[in-house]
């Protein structure tokens, strides 16, 4: 098989710049490594930035989510008994996040992926491996039905996430990794319950933090900080809902509607990322690159930079003849990606109990009381939350 950009995992982040590049007139092949039942069942973040959301409008499938995806103008911060709210929307001149769960967007993108004659989507697609990428010949070669396939392609894009093939291919002396595990993960609960409040609430509290969030106006996503040590079995529907309602203020704690989880699972909280993110002709997007704590909601809204810069990039390469943005990729995405990290490290380390030092609790309520009394300090949470621009001179 022959194609012009071969990409490695079907999940939005691969899905999304497919179509970018179809748009463009660019083939692409699409190697996902499961069913597609199981990749839009997978249950992921559901916070949008604009850029992330225009990106959604760019592709053409963007229309369910303004239908039915929830904007929102503001976040609230309780500590310390306290309820706080970010006006994010007056802080950054009008700007908006939208709340449209992962698992609806990947099937908006499936439902046009697999109806666009510019992309093949292989599913099912095993020990997937990039060559050649280094000598300006690549090829994915994959199992498929106990065959051997191979894929021939001008480059690859790795959309295939923090476990795939795309950087394991790489030498490990061809690359560098930064990476910080956090001692502690977030257990979330889903849940068909009206939401506690109609904006996100990011809870500071001495037993640790809590995260009220929504997929809709009837289902509710709740998350609470954990010990690295906890497992799901030991937590029933009856101990979690006691367990946030305490870290909650009582006011908002007395309104939260309870009722039988749909799903619940524990995610370890880490900061990762590899330079570069071009190797020859192979590039890396999205979680294959970097992984940030879900605490600024940053993972697949920084997928989607990479995704812009990098389509932007293969179609000024092939309808106009340009090399200069694919060099400029890696340390394009790379600056913006390291200001996610730094925002999601330091809005995770002033929200969540790092150890039972009660002297570090009162330090974070006194940054938190600092930050909502000054306008700058909030307009700082703010700008990085909605998301910030891409770089206007990447064209």
């Known amino acids: 098989m022959n194609t012009q950009v071969g990409i490695i995992g079907g999940g939005p982040s691969g899905l999304c710049l497919a179509r970018l ?25 559901g916070i949008l930035e604009q850029g992330m959301a225009d990106l959604m409008r760019k592709a053409g499938v963007g229309a369910r989510m303004d239908k039915e995806g929830l904007l929102h103008d503001g976040i609230v911060l309780t500590f310390d008994g306290r309820e706080e709210r970010i006006d994010m929307a007056a802080l950054t001149g009008g700007k908006q996040v939208m709340v449209y769960g992962q698992t609806e967007l990947t099937k908006d993108l499936y439902d046009a992926v697999l109806k666009d004659e510019n992309i093949t989507v292989v599913f099912q697609a095993g020990h997937v ?18 065959k051997h396939q191979v894929v021939s392609c001008d480059f690859i894009a790795g959309c295939d996430g923090y476990h795939g093939a795309s950087r394991a291919a790489v030498p490990r002396d061809r690359l560098v990794e930064y990476e910080r595990i956090y001692p502690f993960g977030w257990l979330g609960l889903l849940s068909d319950t009206p939401p506690v409040h109609e904006e996100l609430i990011y809870a500071n509290h001495k037993r640790g933090f809590a995260l009220c969030s929504m997929r809709s106006h009837t289902r509710s996503r709740y998350y609470i900080q954990v010990g690295l040590d906890q497992k799901v079995e030991d937590w029933s529907d009856e101990r979690f809902w006691d367990e946030i309602r305490r870290r909650l203020p009582e006011h908002i704690a007395g309104k939260m509607v309870t009722g039988p989880s749909i799903e619940k699972s524990i995610a370890p909280l880490r900061s ?31 997928a989607a930079s990479d995704m812009y810069y990098l389509s932007t990039a293969l179609i000024a390469h092939y309808k106009e003849g340009r090399e200069d943005l694919l060099d400029r990729y890696s340390e394009t995405a790379l ?11 330091w809005f995770t380390s002033i929200m969540h ?26 307009t700082t949470i703010a700008e990085n939350y909605v998301g910030l621009p891409f770089d206007p001179t990447f064209e």
């Not at 600056?335 to 490290?345: D, T």
């Not at 109990?353 to 909030?378: C, R, V, W």
């Open 21 to 45: 590049l179809s748009l463009a007139g660019i083939e692409s092949v699409i190697l996902e490594r499961q069913a597609r039942e199981y990749v839009e069942a997978r249950i992921r973040a």
């Open 129 to 146: 491996h990039p060559v050649g990428f280094f000598e300006g010949e690549p090829r994915l070669e994959y199992v498929k039905d106990g």
């Open 272 to 302: 990762f990322v590899t330079e570069p993110m071009r190797f020859g002709k192979m590039f890396l997007v999205g979680d294959a690159a970097h992984i940030v704590p879900p605490t600024g909601a940053k993972g697949l809204n920084l």
């Open 335 to 345: 600056r913006r990606v390291w200001a996610a990290v730094r925002f999601s490290w």
């Open 353 to 378: 109990k790092f150890n039972e030092d009660p002297i570090e609790h009162k330090i974070q309520l006194a940054e938190l009381d600092y930050l909502m009394s000054s306008t700058a300090g909030k």
